[in-house]
């Protein structure tokens, strides 16, 4: 069935370094991978997608890339900071607003 | 311009109870999907709904079930409660819900706690 595969499951990373999150999906008809932020007792916050016909999409700080090929895609957050500590999720669609979401990262950004 | 919203907040109930979640949707969508959370781990997906109408199911039994009304807001409806039904439920909603995906904007969720 349909999955998505998310690691590592917690990053500690310090202020200023770089934090990257890789997911993989086994259905090959997925063509759209969103990626959520979601902080304690809050609801899961859009940060960026990307749609199969884009390698890569940057937005300041963030980043993903896309490998269709091997069904990969990948979060890069750049100069980390404490503000985003949270936990992240992956996703994978093939339409119909049906999202499978990956089991979550757990990021501490650490001043 | 308010995003979704989701009532009740919290909901208490006991094993056998039914419960009714409602959600509605960013001023313009169509779409409303519905997702269950639970502790620790990734949303997963229950049912999708676009012009009022049931366009995808999640693996979820038939205890399950779900509407979408003329104004576009949801409700989802759990029979026959469960020790496992408890969760974070949350209700997403997107201006378009056919073959093409559209971005998914998510509610704050009910929490739902069976006893």
């Known amino acids: 069935g349909e999955n998505v595969e998310q690691h590592p499951s917690t990053l500690s990373v310090q202020e200023g370094d770089s934090a990257v999150i890789k997911c993989t999906y086994s259905?090959?008809?997925?063509?759209?991978f969103p990626w959520y932020k979601q902080e304690l007792g809050k609801r899961p916050q859009l940060i960026i997608d990307?749609?199969?016909?884009?390698g890569e999409k940057k937005d300041q700080r963030i980043a993903v890339t896309l490998n269709k090929t091997a069904k990969h895609f990948s979060l890069h957050i750049t100069e980390t900071q404490p503000e985003d500590s949270a936990v992240y999720f992956c996703?994978?669609?093939?339409?119909?607003?049906?999202?499978?979401f990956g089991a979550g990262t757990r990021l501490a950004v650490h001043p | 311009d308010a995003g979704v919203t989701q009532s009740p907040t919290h909901l208490i109930k006991t094993r056998g109870q039914h419960v009714t979640l409602r959600c509605s949707p960013i001023?313009?969508?169509?779409?409303v999907s519905w997702y269950q959370q639970v502790l620790g781990q990734g949303p997963q997906f229950i049912f999708q709904?676009?012009?009022?109408?049931?366009?995808g199911r999640g693996n979820f039994p038939d205890r399950f079930s779900a509407r979408q009304f003329p104004n576009y807001s949801s409700e989802l409806n759990v029979n026959a409660l469960l020790l496992g039904d408890s969760a974070l439920y949350l209700c997403?909603?997107?201006?378009?819900?056919?073959?093409?995906?559209?971005?998914?904007?998510f509610g704050p969720g009910t929490r739902l706690t069976v006893l």
């Open positions: 259905d090959s008809a997925s063509n759209y």
């Open positions: 997403a909603s997107s201006l378009v819900g056919g073959r093409e995906q559209g971005e998914q904007f």
């Open positions: 996703a994978a669609s093939s339409g119909y607003n049906k999202l499978i």
């Open positions: 990307i749609r199969s016909n884009v």
């Open positions: 001023s313009g969508h169509k779409s």
């Open positions: 709904y676009y012009e009022k109408e049931e366009r």
